[in-house]
Nanobody
Framework: QAQLAESGGGLVQPGASLRLSCAVS????????MAWFRQAPGKDREFVAA????????PSADSVKGRFTISRDNAKNTVYLQMNDLKPEDTANYYC???????????????????WGQGTQVTVSS
């Protein structure tokens, strides 16, 4: 069965950086677009960033543009989220998700993702 396991979250101060990882098994990783979503207390889950092919543009939320970068290593079946200049409003549980044969217009839509990880908590506070 498909398994997605996030790691790398933690408690950091504003301005710090974190790198989240999502290790994937049980599926043909290269056939799946990968994405990060996040959910803060009292808020709906929201799209953060997605990646399909390595040479394609990577859509991301306006709130994280210029600060967060999504990437993938198909040899390691792992997707990453590099988060720089973290802000208190980035505090959330971050989820990794997979969507097979994704079309561009579906990358931001959480209902299109078939597999989800359990999440990793990111807390940004001084």
């Amino acid at each position: 069965q498909a398994q997605l396991a996030e790691s790398g979250g933690g408690l950091v101060q504003p301005g710090a950086s974190l790198r989240l990882s999502c290790a994937v098994s049980g599926i043909t990783f290269s056939e799946y677009a990968m994405a990060w979503f996040r959910q803060a207390p009292g808020k709906d889950r929201e799209f953060v960033a997605a990646i399909r092919r390595p040479n394609e543009a990577t859509p991301s939320a306006d709130s994280v543009k210029g600060r967060f970068t999504i990437s993938r290593d198909n040899a390691k079946n792992t997707v990453y989220l590099q988060m720089n200049d973290l802000k208190p409003e980035d505090t959330a549980n971050y989820y990794c998700a997979a969507q097979r044969w994704a079309i561009w217009s579906s990358l931001r839509t959480q209902s299109q993702y078939t597999y989800w990880g359990q999440g990793t908590q990111v807390t940004v506070s001084s």
